[in-house]
């Protein structure tokens, strides 16, 4: 058995010191088992391996009895700091724990200072002192209890709790709360090492480790990055629910994780919790949710539409500082444009570039899983260890790609798609326009390159494959619609509903209205205009590929397609959604869930608007697309991040707006 054997030390205190003031670390019966309250705070408490308790040493390094040394602390749980002291001076001084508070108050948002509290208890300030070089090192500290120790197996730094009674160490999470609720529950692992998850049981708060636990390596570049998953992937230990209740209540835990969420558990990232999704992953707007209530777009004014369907995954990466990243699917938009209108980056990669094993399947020809983030560093750090190993996955070169810049404008005679304006054209959207064409400028300049401007649909007129009708609504508007409801009624729908009816004496599982219309609809789609959507998805898809992405040298050239994504216009959630039943026009999402090509949003900036909520100017988010060639998501997220780190793209903020004062002044 390896304990951790530590030196306590205490200041000589008068007659009555052994009496312990309340220090509010109390077992708080309100909440969760296993949460205590420290000061104004909930945590969460994880043990740690058994082998790791504290074994108190005294002066001449006896054995005391444990419940002796800390019955004097006079709680069942005492707070306790870990820090590992590698200065090279053998003297640990005030000095030195006041730049070790002020490091791990920066670093983290779990530890703060009720950790290192001092209180009318003499002896509440608890720090488990490991010095890795050095088995002694004189402590200089004159109003706090100090437990040195030196071991082999280090204790990672940060916050901890210790059961006096048995010696037991806890590490902590934060339980913050889900304002916004995007989550459809916290998770939790029941103990440190235990590769499968259970349910935070404390609805409307989610439990989150200290980041000072954490570093990142080689083998675990994710060490410490906090992320959820969107409930349509399994997690093992965890229900998949799929936005349906019913859905829910007749899963069972799953066994294992997703490929793409166990790639990021083994990167080092810490899974937090699942969030919230539509039902099935259907398009809905936040009217149209029944079985749930809509997450909250924390933009603005905090009623805007949150979109579909990875609603939570992108609205807990806008709002809460305490998330990194989030796990979102997209077969139609459904991180694109979440992305887009709560400010956040996100990406759809290249089809089957990320496994979608043990992910909801609405239709295999279009589904993606992608990641929404708060900064492009962020989410090409991420999405390099959920892809696939392939050989058509082309990684970042090490010289410097070129680029076609290609800029669709509309024209006159078509003003319907989001394109560009004309050049010198005053359109409804001009603040937003400017930025946009400031950031393009920037593009040029950095890219060496000059924006190919053309007309998408006279393209289209121009080289359309043969058969195919010169109107793209006509050529590919049915498409989406056929490809996705053909297919999940007859792969997860009606095995479902036969199966729930069979064991609920023949009741009916409950959808929601526009999901179940669009499921009916797809009944009665038939298997010949089934396959005709797919042939015309492939010709188009060919299109894309040959004729839109065409450059003069493949080898060295890079074409990236840049198009407005949100241009921060009002959408309040409480207007009743149009009961849209069939989708029957061309949408700019399908040049890359058609194409398998990769498409990231990216923020670029905020617009004023008057909110008829809080009837003052509020700030709403604007963001461009910009894809590229099948295959090429590490050169496309390689250059995002370089863009960021050189100051044409930014990192966004969460909360009611993406950017700080001094952003918006620059």
């Keep these: 058995m390896t304990s951790i054997f530590a030196r306590i030390s205490r200041r000589t205190e008068t007659s009555d010191s052994s009496k312990i003031a309340n220090t509010d670390v109390l077992v708080n019966k309100k909440v969760a088992v ?167 049981h404390d609805e409307g708060r989610i439990a989150v480790p200290s980041r000072l636990y954490y570093q990142p390596t080689v083998s675990s570049p994710l060490a410490g990055l906090r992320f959820a998953v969107k409930d349509i992937i399994d997690v093992a230990g965890l229900e998949t629910g799929c936005g349906n209740r019913n859905y829910r209540d007749f899963s069972t835990p799953q066994t294992s994780s997703a490929p793409c969420v166990q790639q990021l558990l083994d990167a080092g990232a810490i899974l937090i919790g699942k969030t919230r999704t539509t039902q099935f992953a259907e398009g809905q707007a936040a009217s149209q949710w029944v079985d749930y209530l809509a997450p909250f777009n924390p933009r603005g004014d905090g009623y805007q539409q949150p979109s579909s369907s990875s609603t939570g995954s992108a609205v807990a990466c806008a709002a809460y500082t305490w998330l990194d990243f989030s796990v979102g699917t997209d077969t139609g938009g459904s991180i694109r444009h979440p992305a887009g209108v709560c400010g956040t980056y996100g990406v759809r990669p290249s089809l089957d570039a990320v496994s979608v094993k043990g992910v909801l399947s609405v239709a295999p020809l279009l589904d993606t899983v992608g990641l929404f983030a708060r900064s492009a560093a962020t989410l090409e750090t991420a999405v390099k260890r959920m892809v ?146 797919v042939k015309s998805a492939k010709m188009f898809s060919k299109w894309v590929c040959n004729v839109l992405f065409a450059t003069s040298d493949a080898q060295a050239e890079i074409p990236l397609l840049i198009f407005p994504q949100s241009r921060g216009r009002p959408d309040y959630r409480d207007t009743l959604a149009e009961e849209l039943l069939v989708f029957s026009t061309f949408s700019t999402y399908s040049l890359s869930y058609l194409s398998g090509c990769p498409d990231a949003t990216v923020p670029v900036g905020e617009v004023p608007y008057h909110s008829r909520i809080t009837d003052r100017e509020e700030m709403l988010p604007i963001s461009l697309s910009v894809l590229s060639p099948p295959g090429t998501d590490l050169r496309l997220l390689a250059l995002l991040a370089e863009l960021e780190m050189c100051g044409i793209l930014s990192p966004v903020l969460a909360g009611t707006s993406m950017y700080d004062q001094n952003h918006r002044k620059q």
């Excluded at 948002?109 to 300030?125: C, H, I, P, Q, S």
């Design 388 to 533: 696939v190993p392939a050989p058509t996955l082309l990684a970042p070169p090490v010289s410097r790609n070129k680029y076609k810049l290609l800029y669709p404008i509309h024209t006159q005679n078509n003003n319907s798609y989001r394109w560009f304006p004309c050049p010198g054209e005053v359109g409804e959207a001009t603040k937003a326009d400017a930025q946009f064409e400031q950031t393009i400028q920037k593009l040029e300049r950095h890219l060496e390159c000059t924006r190919t401007v053309f007309d998408l649909e006279q393209l289209w007129k121009t080289t359309r494959p043969e058969g195919q009708s010169e109107n793209l609504d006509e050529a590919t508007g049915n498409i989406y619609t056929t490809l996705t409801t053909y297919t999940i009624v007859r792969e997860v729908m009606n095995p479902f509903i036969a199966s729930y009816k069979a064991t609920q004496s023949r009741k009916s599982p409950f959808i929601d209205p526009i999901v179940k219309a669009r499921h009916d609809h797809g009944r009665q789609i038939t298997a010949s205009q089934f396959a005709a959507a």
């Design 34 to 200: 296993n949460t205590i309250t420290l000061g104004k705070n909930d945590f969460h408490l994880v043990p740690l391996r058994e082998d790791q308790r504290l074994v108190l040493l005294d002066d001449d390094q006896s054995d005391v009895a444990l419940t002796s040394s800390l019955k004097d602390f006079g709680e069942e749980f005492i707070p306790v700091t870990v820090v590992q002291w590698v200065n090279k001076n053998d003297r640990f001084t005030d000095d030195d724990l006041t730049e070790i508070g002020a490091d791990f108050a920066a670093r983290d948002d779990v530890w703060n200072g009720d950790f290192l509290r001092e209180t009318d208890a003499k002896w509440y300030k608890v720090i488990v002192f490991q010095a890795p070089q050095k088995p002694v090192v004189e402590v200089d500290l004159d109003t706090i209890t100090v437990v040195t120790q030196s071991v082999t197996v280090m204790i990672p730094e940060g916050p901890y709790m210790v059961q006096t009674t048995t010696g037991q160490i806890y590490a902590v999470s934060k339980l913050f709360e889900d304002s916004c609720q995007a989550f459809i529950g916290g998770s939790l692992k029941p103990c440190a090492c235990s590769g499968s998850f259970e349910w935070m």
